[in-house]
DNA sequence: TTACTATATGCTCATTTACTCATATTAACT
DNA sequence: AGTTAATATGAGTAAATGAGCATATAGTAA
């Protein structure tokens, strides 16, 4: 338990997984989105990952991320308190319609 | 909610958290329970109650701590996952031992 | 093959965090 | 007033963490 708070204790983490929440997203993608170093959320993405939080799948050169389904049937409550909060988050409106127009533009060429 | 995580990202805060699911406690009763020193879990319990997760009040030279009624009502989710996950700590049938031991003694003269 | 793109990772630096000791503060009791 | 007990807090230290740069790796395409 303690290691999934860990993985929700850092701000840039959880902005990823509002993202998320409605999309999976390559790496490039968030990156566009959030405006922080590839570096950064490439380690950002394997934390959660780690964690048990987000699982990955690769297509061609692209690494997708997605909330891993294990997480939400074993941790129910935890993520239905989540999918609430991560659109309060300060940033939340602002990330998403970032996210809306870097898809629907394929801005990656890594449309699936 | 970044601000709940990180105080919920440090394994003996949940050891706290896991022992005032059943009572408040003082202090030096949690010390007992916990074997981590005094200035420790003072600051623990600090950390715990500016995160809103606790509040505390006084008796006579005993600080009492509790779990925050509004953190219950606003976060409901997540308090029922805590609920349940905190019981299932590694420590939590040693720690639980001990809280019971420590408050049927009345081992720091404070029982209320 | 070579060039290019996306992603992961080694390294370093700065910041934060947890821990400890020592001390301050507060309350109770003689 | 002086002593004792409980708690909070200042200061120092060590470890963990996040950020950034440079580079390695892997997959695609020419």
Redesign the pocket.
């Known amino acids: 338990m303690v290691e999934i708070f860990?993985a929700l204790?850092?701000?840039?983490?959880l902005r990823i997984l509002s993202l998320l929440l409605e999309n999976d997203m390559?790496?490039?993608?968030i990156?566009n989105c959030l405006s922080?170093?590839?570096?950064?959320?490439?380690?950002?993405?394997?934390?959660l990952k780690a964690s048990g939080i987000l699982e990955?799948y690769?297509?061609?050169?692209?690494?997708?991320y997605k909330i891993n389904n294990n997480f939400i049937q074993e941790n129910q409550e935890l993520w239905v308190y989540l999918e609430k909060r991560l659109k309060e988050l300060p940033s939340y409106q602002e990330d998403y319609k970032k996210m809306k127009k870097c898809k629907s533009e394929n801005i990656?060429?890594?449309l699936i």
Chains 1, 2 share one sequence.
Do not use: F, G, P
């Open positions: 860990k204790a850092e701000e840039s983490r390559c790496v490039c993608e990156e922080l170093k590839q570096s950064n959320i490439s380690r950002h993405l394997s934390n990955s690769k297509k061609a050169q692209w690494s997708y990656c060429n890594c």
